[in-house]
């Protein structure tokens, strides 16, 4: 069974950075490509950012692309989320999956192991 543990939500203001961190309980998690969604209350999920298995090639959806910055450990079985010039529209909960098909990653029903998420509001 795979565990995944979203970590490093919290309350900030408009222009700050914020780290987000994704923990996953598997021996394989190289093997895996993984990904950062959100969902703001009343919206659907909307994919963030995606990263490869080996952390060499990455992509970002239109919203954060130039402010967001995805990135791994393997070593540590970890994927981050850098977040920086924060905007109360990224207000919401920061979801991270784990998908076997890196051309699937825009998809969050192609995901086969997702965290509980985190809460991010930004204030204005």
């Known amino acids: 069974q795979v565990q995944v543990v979203e970590s490093g939500g919290g309350l900030v203001q408009a222009g700050d950075s914020l780290r987000l961190s994704c923990a996953a309980s598997?021996?394989?998690?190289?093997?895996?490509?993984m990904g950062w969604f959100r969902q703001a209350p009343g919206k659907e999920r909307e994919f963030v950012a995606a990263?490869?298995?080996?952390?060499?090639?990455?992509y970002y959806g239109d919203s954060v692309k130039g402010r967001f910055t995805i990135s791994r450990n393997n070593a540590k079985n970890t994927v981050y989320l850098q977040m920086n010039s924060l905007k109360p529209e990224d207000t919401a909960v920061y979801y991270c999956?784990?998908?076997?098909?890196?051309?699937?990653?825009?998809?969050?029903?192609?995901?086969?192991?997702w965290g509980q998420g985190t809460q991010v509001t930004v204030s204005s």
């Open positions: 990263i490869n298995n080996t952390g060499d090639t990455t």
């Open positions: 598997v021996r394989t998690f190289s093997s895996f490509h």
């Open positions: 999956g784990a998908a076997t098909r890196w051309a699937a990653t825009r998809r969050w029903n192609e995901y086969a192991y």
